[in-house]
């Protein structure tokens, strides 16, 4: 059971263009949600952060969205570059309640940026 | 500072045979964590653990053991390996509950 749904699967988007990654969650206790970035052979990091109190959060080209209504969220990549090419995982924090909070991840996308 | 450093960053291994893999980090952070990354699946945490001593079971913990007996290294161990571990394995530390995890660059794992 996969908690949190990411799509698309791949994408190519032009040099220049806007790249856009969705995520979906059902558990209402998730309180935290970051984006990770994955270049080939090396392990995710930590691209940008959102907390559902507010509803956009942007830094440089990167841009979250966050609608808490319909428990989505998604990543806008403005003037996408081919540097940009990599796997993106969207992820939530779950386990407030427990004391320990673990963090859920998305099947990522793979994102292309043709020159 | 190197960060996570995960030993080895390859190894090929016949069905039943057993091995450990070594996560060392240098940051001094209390929470470790031992994920696998498959194609279509993201990442799956396997096992975690919250300070030295300590270790906890995340979502597919079958056929995995680990220990923390130093702060600094979290070891994750298959006692008889099988096909279907055949995968990439990360670690990550961070110096409090998730949010910023730290990964290391994976170790590669197939199981013949």
């Known amino acids: 059971q996969q908690q949190v749904k990411q799509s698309p699967q791949s994408l190519i988007v032009q040099k220049g263009g806007i790249s856009i990654i969705n995520c979906a969650y059902e558990n209402t206790a998730f309180d935290y949600f970051p984006w990770y970035q994955q270049f080939p052979g090396k392990g995710p990091a930590l691209l940008i952060a959102i907390r559902p109190d507010v509803s956009e959060k942007k830094e440089g080209r990167f841009t979250i969205s966050f609608n808490k209504s319909a428990k989505q969220f998604s990543l806008h990549i403005m003037d996408s570059q081919p540097g940009d090419s990599a796997t993106y995982f969207c992820a939530a924090l779950s386990g407030v309640n427990t004391g320990f909070q673990k963090l859920v991840f998305g099947t990522g996308t793979r994102l292309l940026v043709s020159p | 500072n190197a960060g996570v450093t995960q030993t080895p960053k390859f190894r090929v291994l016949k069905t039943g045979q057993s091995m450990t893999l070594l996560c060392a980090q240098d940051m001094n952070h209390e929470y470790m964590y031992w994920y696998r990354q498959d194609p279509g699946m993201g990442l799956r945490l396997i096992h975690y653990s919250v300070g030295e001593g300590t270790t906890a079971k995340g979502e597919v913990p079958d056929g995995y053991n680990v220990s923390r007996l130093k702060k600094q290294n979290f070891l994750l161990g298959l006692e008889s390996a099988a096909p279907s571990q055949t995968s990439v394995y990360f670690c990550?530390?961070?110096?409090?509950?998730?949010?910023?995890?730290?990964f290391g660059e994976g170790s590669r794992l197939t199981v013949l």
């Open positions: 990550a530390s961070t110096p409090r509950s998730a949010g910023e995890l730290f």
